[in-house]
């Protein structure tokens, strides 16, 4: 199903912005009437995407990212896109939450985390875009 986003944010991809991407996200979610536990859940995961695009996207210089979100069938969608190096987050394995500290690997949490809170996320290369998708349905309760 092709999302048509309400509103858009353009900004470098630069971890400077990230302030002004959580405001941003969480701003929209005010006026949506989000539960609170649901808005927290969206920022860490908009703070781990925004961050993986500022540090990895680019390599030592920096591009640009853009945020998209909708709001439609009980749902928030959210897109990240940037025009680095193709990198599906998607085909990277689980992390072992259950291994001791010192065994477990370096990275892969936040995306674990990405996609035990979100419904459903996707990812695209589309025209030399990265593109993840995401949808979180919006309940009136409050629910992890």
Same mark, same amino acid.
């Given at each position: 199903? @092709?999302?048509?986003?309400? +509103?858009?944010l353009?900004l470098p @991809?630069s971890r400077?912005g990230?302030? @002004?991407?959580?405001d941003?996200v969480?701003?929209k979610?005010?006026?949506?009437? /989000? ?11 908009t703070?781990? #995407?925004f961050i993986n695009? /500022?540090d990895?996207?680019y390599? $030592?210089?920096?591009?640009? @990212?853009?945020i998209? #979100?909708?709001?439609k069938?009980? +749902? ?6 940037? +025009? ?6 998607l085909?990277?394995? $689980?992390p ?7 065994d477990?690997?370096?990275?892969? #949490?936040?995306?674990?985390?990405v996609?035990?809170w979100?419904? +459903?996320?996707?990812?695209e290369?589309i025209?030399?875009?990265?593109? #993840? ?6 309940s009136?309760k409050?629910?992890?």
């Open positions: 199903m @092709a999302i048509a986003f309400d +509103s858009e353009r @991809a400077e990230l302030d @002004a991407v959580i941003w969480t701003e979610m005010d006026y949506e009437h /989000c539960p609170r536990k649901m808005q927290n859940h969206v920022a860490v995961v703070e781990e #995407l695009i /500022c990895y996207a390599g $030592a210089a920096v591009g640009q @990212a853009l998209r #979100l909708a709001f069938d009980h +749902s928030l969608y959210m897109q990240f896109e940037d +025009s680095g190096i193709p990198f599906n987050p085909e990277q394995g $689980a072992d939450i259950n291994a001791p500290m010192e477990r690997r370096i990275g892969g #949490l936040g995306i674990y985390i996609r035990k979100m419904d +459903s996320v996707t990812y290369r025209d030399k875009k990265n593109i #993840l998708t995401l949808r979180k349905l919006i009136n409050e629910q992890g």
